[in-house]
């Protein structure tokens, strides 16, 4: 039986170390890949915050110029659209309220285009296939 022991015990030492170099090669790529995620979605939402900041800010030097240019009702949604951003947590990405927040501005701006029959959309960065189909020779 020793013979037959020793090649169990081989079997199970070779198993046990392919698990464990598997698992080890798993957690880096896993946090490099990870990373690379993060950093994406990371830039996306700035886009995309940086792009209802501008308009705020260009629909907030309308009303300055021209108070009566909006609604009452109108200029207050911008207000409220404008305090969303200053107070979004963008340090805390796994925060709910972050993602909440996020649909709130969504709501706010299309509320907003709608109302001064706007034809704005973010459409966000064109994605590499997106451009591809813009080419042409």
Request: glycine content about 10%; some cysteine; proline content about 2%.
């Amino acid at each position: 039986m020793d013979i037959f022991e020793s090649s169990l015990n081989l079997e199970e030492s070779h198993l046990r170390e392919g698990y464990d170099e598997g698992y080890a090669d798993g957690l880096i790529s896993g946090k490099e890949e990870g990373q690379q995620v993060g950093l994406k979605t990371g830039f996306e939402t700035g886009e995309e915050l940086g792009f209802y900041r501008g308009c705020v800010g260009v629909w907030s030097s309308a009303i300055r110029a021209d108070p009566n240019f909006m609604s009452a009702r109108i200029q207050k949604t911008i207000k409220q659209m404008d305090e969303l951003l200053q107070n979004y947590a963008i340090l805390e990405p796994e925060n709910e309220a972050v993602s909440d927040a996020m649909d709130a501005l969504r709501l706010k701006f299309k509320v907003i285009s709608a109302s001064l029959n706007l034809k704005l959309e973010y459409k966000g960065y064109p994605k590499s296939s997106d451009a591809a189909g813009d080419i042409g020779f």
